[in-house]
């Protein structure tokens, strides 16, 4: 008889879906739903997770470990046994370690959100042998440090909330395309009235279905903010009450926004100074108003502080005060997750030095890091040739032959065609996992729907195998995943009190109040308890204690745009989740082939037309895209929706191929989205950097 297993989405969404997936008779996944019982869920599936058993089943699964046998780079291998593959690591790792282990680096990101197999028995043995930290900075870095900065940590509004809105502020966010669960919730808004209008400078599937849509230059999202401020106090539009009890920094805020009339910020912006006026009287005047914020907006030079200055608008005019106002960029700082527990610090050697890497700059580490050097790296959750920026460097640092590359994956990825040890890796329906959303609040658990395919292993085992290969004794190091999956949420803290519903239902609402206005009355979580629009911890730091408006590393307004004129972004492609699922033919036929998106006059004036090859550019590299030739994109901006696998893109490169691995203002964050192109039509010897 069929039956039913509760399992949860893996995928890096903030909707972290509830699946229910169906094994016949015989063991094997046949389908797999959104649960409808589930409140965000409700029942229904990106195209991406409702053809999931396709990614489980595909033809070119990685089932058996293998060896490098050829060039690193050419991905020839040959099949070898557990035995082998592990004692060749496990001896390589140790005599690594044996000199320094912080020559050793763990590269791992989001290819998994779960905690057992993501987050906790790697840091463990990584921890134990006293490797180099890895800093996880590819993401959300940037904008988490600028709204930790100013209201505390990252709790904002429920997402449920938003459909009791009546102006929504959707910046830098195209939920139609990453958040489909969000934009059913925005369209029952819409439907009852909100006004709805998206700032981003590309006009997204989202921007389309909006009342208004604003199309700032990249990188320009904190001017925008500052003038909206300045507008907001000079007209008496804030709550006075909300911000005397409230806020700290009121005053020193205000003579920062003076600084930044609405013409001012035009300037920067590419905006109308009128547009940008209406909005700001817009979100002064209607009730409730939220804002759902992306981190998108905070990929530039000064990413953090927009972040920041747009997350102080809520508590100027009072937008706590209501369930269906203020903000959300994340809501993971609503759960009590135990980080400690799971990763357990503490085994790190107590004599040993730290040295931490940011894998942002992989390139830079790979090939310039000293003491030590790295010698090598182990590769799981993540594909740092598609994904990592300035890839030519990237890839110059994994093609070293004295560099020991140990990939754990699901598929042959770029990254995999480097490995000297490639290990399979199970799919969410082979393991078992927990996990906690960014965009709603419900805690959810994965059970195995199936046994592992071929000779797959759960990231947890392999790394338990490794651990006792290398003789660590630590009685963590040998933790079930069931006893893992039980660690991951600390009990005592209340917000754990509906944990038992997980095992029977699959999910369970974290305890907060519902509704839920976590500000209403202030209680912010930063230091002061506060709402602060000046940050005492910031200056401890260094920065700039307020608001302040960082420019684009490669502003189209300085002497580089004299080469290389155009602002290139590279927001998600619609059938790609960042580089999963972009060896699928089902995703590469919906997606057909890398496109760039450039307006028609921009076009023009370089001889370019709809559907013509071409060469994107900069002194970092270069890509091919067929050019899209649309008004959606404002003219001197081009988008390229990403991210194409180089061995899948046609020349064997992708947009990362011109970014560069400059950092943001807070977070060291990557700054995907401050990049300056130039673009030509491709003729036949186009293949060489401009």
Known sequence: MARTIHAACPHDCPDTCALLVTVDDAGHAVQVRGDPDHPTTAGSLCTKVAHYTERVYAPDRLLHPMKRIGKKGAGQFV?????EALDTVAARFSAICADDPRAIVPYSYAGTMGYVQGGSMDRRLFHRMGASFLERTICSTAGTAGYAATIGASVGMDMEEFANARLILIWGANPVVSSIHQWRI???????GARLVCIDPLRTETAQQCHQHLAPLPGTDGALALAMMQVLIAENLIDRDYIEKNTLGFEALAQRAAEWPPERAAAETGLAAADILALARDYGSIRPAAIRINYGLQRCAGGGNAVRAIACLPALIGAWREPAGGILLSSSGNF???GKALERPDLYPGTLPRRSINMSTIGDALLDAT??????????????????PDGSKVRQGFSREDLFCVVLEQFQTDTADYADILLPATTQFEHVDVHRSYGHLYMLANQPAIAPLGEAKPNSEIFRLLAQRMGFTDACLGDSDSTIAAQAFNTDDKRSAALPSLATQGWARVN??????????????TPSGKCEFYSAQLERQGHDPLPCYVPPHESTRGPLAQRFPLAMISPPARHFLNSSFANLSRFLEDEGRPRLLIHP????????????????????????AWAEVTERIRRGVVAAPSLWWRKLSGDGENANAVTSQALTDLGSGPTFYDCLVEV???RPACNTVG
């Open 79 to 83: 099949r070898i046994s557990w035995d």
């Open 186 to 192: 925005l369209q029952q808004a819409k439907r009852r």
């Open 336 to 338: 009590p997750v135990d």
């Open 371 to 388: 003491d030590p050097p790295l010698r090598a790296i182990c590769v799981y959750n993540s594909n740092p040739l598609a994904i990592a």
């Open 512 to 525: 907060v109040p519902k509704p839920f206005a976590p500000f209403a009355r202030g209680n912010f979580l």
């Open 601 to 624: 006059e921009d076009a023009r004036q370089r001889g370019i037309t709809n559907e013509q090859k071409l060469r994107v550019f900069n002194d970092r590299g270069t890509f091919h």
């Open 680 to 682: 030509m039509a491709c």
